[in-house]
């Protein structure tokens, strides 16, 4: 047994049960980050700013909420709306909140895309990375049919029938995952379920892999180098915080990190009181009606690229793309074969035109997925999804080819 | 080395400006129809040429049949039957008519007396030479000049309205839409608003009633018209106020009439479904702005508070 000795404060007393010294520095003081970095390298911060917003206001949302589809509609627009002080503060927060969660996701993304920030040693930074990615994109849609609103509804009817496979028909598998022949009280219990309990605990899970997997390889910097940790911050405790090319984490990026984050939420906290119809869509508030389809059935912004990698071919090759599109990203540590870690740009030409069409033809699926499929817009996302699926059969063959720089 | 933070800044803010646009404003510019408001002018309905005599006006209503059908409360002439019955006879109860000289517009009230159907925007639904008659019997006239007469009787209707500045949201919403349409979250029927019953059975008994008259709404309509209470937010202000003025504009063929409200009236319809689906907007813009102030303050600190602890590490 360890030896314990009469604490001289507080913090001695937890030490020598926890040691919190130890941990303090393992996590904050000596932690190291590169200086060589940008505001870019705080969303994840901000990531977790956001989560713990999606967190607080869902605890107070789940207090008033009914998962029944005879009340859960009346429990968000009357109860949680009208009758409980500041519900609609919280359900604005919440929706606002998943939204923008995927836009700092996204960013957070190519950024590390652009950096080329899952290369040596940090692949599993980027699986763990993109893990999240999908089970944040589980949450989203969850969450989405728990007001059981129209868009509810017909959105879990849609991607549900997914799961038949086109010409598979596996209507069974369709009814095992709905509980029932449409989406009904199993189908609204089980999301609530997820929602609530599984995906949260999921994503918490994940949260601690993918800071994990961020200890050993360390952060990566602007310029993809090779940071000797030990020698560098050796001169940082030294006393030449200037000439060392790291900082801790606390409280050097730390204070920039929350710089970033204050500034995120004069962004955030507008949309919520000033801009917010683009989180919660308008059908949304037309309660759910199994008779009557909406004109225009599509999901949420942040799911429209892929929705439309589905939507321009048959409904069997379209399923087989949709589902490449689901799990490419998680592959690219594999895919891409340079020896290069760094910005984009400056591996030669063609990574460069790959990473700014990636980026530029995302945003085009996205548009296309929610325009209504007619005429030139059913071209051009057509066009578009042949070239996300092709640039991405390409990456290996272009990456193998860059030169060393 | 060049800080090139602005230049990372600008090119996130613009994909993301440019996405935003694509599928809000434009996506919503393409898959919606735009209807320009024509001011609620009524600019088909004919101009009323004569001045109307409300006197003469009293007598008319009341000897052209309309109290037949109609309540006029602020005259002391109750309805005929009550809701259920009425629209079991009618398809909808017809309305109380003390306050629509101020709720409805003039030109439209004369053409409703003169022609229903025409007035309304229902043509398509009842067609004379077809046999199919608007419930409400068009006044031929007492054999006067029936311009003057009618004249007369809108006169009279604005007579023994209240003034406009009484007319409350409520009011102009319950006389204008709900007849037809429930607000659940106001408690509102389409026979009036659900009282609090002390025992289970007379609520129950109640709620048997708007059954009833919903089921003869049904029938006439085609459907049973939308219960209202969220509304404004899964539409729109400029959506439902050009539906009120012309629901053929947005849904042609639709059993919707145009119930011919004034510019006022609309815009106190509006306030009502406000007050039933959007309760919290003042409180919400009162918050919104200290939270942002609270918010900007929070990051002028945390941006001197990052000055400081990086000025030892340059």
Redesign the interface.
Known sequence: MAHFTKATSVKDWLDQRLAVNKLEKVMMSEYWIP?NI???WAMGMVLVITFVLLVVSGIFLLMYYVPTTAEAFNSV??TI??EVDFG??WR?VHGVAASVVF?IIY?HMFTGIYYGSYKKGRELIWISGMLLFITFSAEAFSGYMLPWGQMSYWAGMVITNLFSGGSLHADGLVEWIRGDYVPAQAFLGRFFMLHVLLLPLAIMGLIGLHFGALRIPHVNNQDGEEIDFDKESKKYLDGD??GSKV?RFA??FM??D??V???F??FF??L???NY??A?D?????PADGLKTP??IYPE?YF?WSYEILRPFNIDLGLVLFGFAQVIFVLLPFLDRSPNTCAANRRGKAFSIWFWLM?VNM?VL??MG???PEGIFSTIGLVAAIVFVVQWLALPIITSMEKKV | MKNKEPLILAVVIFFTLVTYYLVEPYAHHVMHKHVESEHFAYADLPAITKTGNAENGKELVTNAGCTGCHSIDVAGMPAPMDAVMAAQSYGVNPPDLSNVGVILDAKFLADLIKNPAHALNVEHKFDVSKGQMHPMVPFYGMGGDIDQEIADMVAYLQSIAISPDEVTPAMAFENACGRCHAVGYEKWTQIGTKPAFKHEKDGLAFDIKVMEYQDSLKAYMGKLPPDLSMYIRSRNEHFISTLVENPQNHLAGTAMPRVGVTAESMDKIIEHMENAGDTKRHEREAIGKNVMIYIVIFAIFALLWKKQVWRDLH
Do not use: Q
């Not at chain 1, 308008?282 to 037309?286: E, K, M, T």
């Open positions: 200086k940008n505001f870019l627009n009357y709306m009208r609609w503060l604005h836009l960013i915080k200037a900082m409280n050097d204070s920039k929350m710089m984050v204050g500034i939420l004069i906290f507008y919520v009181f000033y119809g683009f919660m308008p059908v949304n508030f037309d004109t225009h912004w429209l980026l945003i996205t548009a929610k325009l209504p």
